[in-house]
């Protein structure tokens, strides 16, 4: 059997932040009653027309600008006409041909090895999303919600041939794209929401074969890891196509997250099928180079560029720098809480750990508990001065999270400061002579037993005892025996 390659495309679509849709006035927000955010617009209704959202415009440009686009000073609409029931005009406001608002760019991803890779993306434009088909299991009948209908839709295209080599490689790039818009905040790109949709387009081809596979397209992909499961099935399902003798069919398959397989929807369309044409009820859209200007001197400092000077600047692993820059706002809340710190490091431990896991029971990004980056810092700097251990600290960042109070507040109210040497030596006294046997093992040259004496006198000292002190009072005290 010959070996195979995968190759990836990505379609990658994400609804903007804006107050209202991208034709109408109708409020753009998710869920709500359905059809409660509808009007003849975004309906479709004879006699309606569109006038278009400024600001999703303004979004779609910045974002094209950071990921390195040509920005196409004449921009149009079109009409891209297909019938199915979560689209009321019968056609989708797109942008077609040689005119998106952005084209020929790229973005640059991190491999697990450190390596970086350039994916090109060969349009970035705008349109209008459509409405959303609820199926009712076992009723046989699906309804409609339009609340969706007309929100304004970015979509970003990956280019021909593609880059992405692997499902790894089709997770990253999604991973890393979803922190630009974060970055933008022209998107909030919640997966889980529907507001950002990943759409690989996977395909396979022996090794060395100069024709590439025939593509298909997965839809219902709402993690970044059904994103890398979707395409690894789906690579190994057509290799079993091939293999059997059969022939791969260009198709529109959905993904299954509890099965973990692909199942196929409907036959993909080709492009004459849309019948696109330039949309007749709105102008073209003419970009002056000077308001371009002045939105590329606005974007932020991006993910990548960010991860590179965090390292840099601070000394972080480019793991702990990479973990820190996913979201923009958690990025923000190292720095200042690492500003003036003597051991940035330290700040990212407590951050990227027990931070991070009282934040995840809360449900909220580290950013948003009830600690600040102040009182973060406040409590590494206990730890280092001497007065609370790295265990005192574990319980007190736990009260820090729950009330919001300052560590040094926390110590001085539940009496949390570090035991004294004396106080200390009498409890490894006390653990030294319950443990004769363990002391024995010690003498004999066992030196992992001590340990468990460690741990003792931990738990004694209710965590409140210095490592070092332990260390150096168990060793004098089992010298004594």
Not at 166 to 185: G, I
Not at 416 to 432: H, M, P, R
């Amino acid at each position: 059997m010959p070996e195979y390659e995968t190759r990836v495309g990505m379609e990658c679509h994400a609804e903007l932040l804006t107050e209202s849709k991208m034709f109408c006035g109708c409020r753009n927000e998710f869920g709500g009653e359905p059809n409660s955010r509808t009007c003849p617009v975004c309906l479709g209704l004879p006699g309606s027309l569109p006038v278009m959202n400024k600001k999703a415009v303004e979004h779609v440009v910045r974002t094209a600008l950071a990921l390195n686009c040509t920005i196409s000073l004449h921009s149009i609409f079109h009409r891209k006409n297909y019938f199915y029931p979560d689209l009321p005009k019968g056609y989708q406001i797109s942008q077609y041909g040689n005119t998106p608002i952005g084209t020929n760019g790229w973005l640059e991803i991190e491999r697990a090895d450190g390596t970086t890779k350039r994916i090109r993306i060969t349009r970035v434009h705008l349109e209008e999303d459509t409405g959303k088909l609820i199926h009712s299991d076992g009723a046989g009948y699906s309804v409609v919600d339009y609340n969706r209908s007309g929100v304004p839709l970015m979509e970003i295209v990956t280019d021909f041939p593609p880059d992405i080599e692997s499902a790894e490689e089709a997770r990253l790039y999604a991973e890393t794209l979803r922190s630009v818009l974060l970055y933008l905040q022209v998107s909030d790109g919640k997966m889980e929401q529907g507001s950002l949709r990943a759409e690989p387009n996977p395909s396979v081809r022996p090794v060395g074969s100069d024709t590439f596979g025939v593509k298909t397209e997965l839809k219902n992909l709402n993690s970044f890891r059904s994103v890398q499961r979707g395409i690894e099935y789906e690579a190994k399902r057509q290799i079993e196509v091939i293999e059997g003798g059969g022939r791969v069919v260009q198709e529109t398959r959905g993904w299954d997250d509890d099965k973990g397989v692909s199942f196929s929807q409907r036959s993909k369309e080709v492009e004459q099928e849309y019948r696109y044409f330039p949309e007749p009820d709105l102008i073209p859209l003419d970009f002056d180079v000077k308001w371009l200007d002045s939105l590329r001197e606005s974007l932020p400092e991006l993910p990548n560029e960010k991860k590179r000077r965090l390292a840099e600047q601070y000394g972080l692993p480019a793991s702990d720098a990479a973990q820190l820059v996913l979201e923009r706002e958690t990025a923000d809340f190292f720095e200042a809480a690492a500003k003036g710190a003597k051991d940035p490091k330290a700040i990212a431990n407590w951050m990227l750990g027990d931070l991070a896991r009282l934040a995840n029971a809360e449900s909220v990004p580290v950013h948003a508990t009830q600690v600040t980056p102040g009182a973060l810092a406040g409590m590494v700097g206990l730890i280092e001065s001497g007065a609370i251990t790295g265990k005192i600290a574990k319980s007190v960042l736990e009260e820090m999270v729950a009330t919001g109070k300052t560590a040094a507040q926390v110590v001085e109210e539940k009496g949390l400061t570090v035991s004294g040497a004396d106080e200390v030596a009498g409890i490894v006294a006390n653990v030294v002579a319950a443990n004769p046997d363990v002391v024995a093992k010690i003498k004999a040259g066992n030196d992992k037993s001590i340990g468990f004496l460690v741990g003792q006198v931990m738990k004694e000292s209710k965590g409140r005892a210095k490592p070092d002190d332990v260390n150096r009072l168990l060793k004098d005290e089992i010298a004594k025996q």
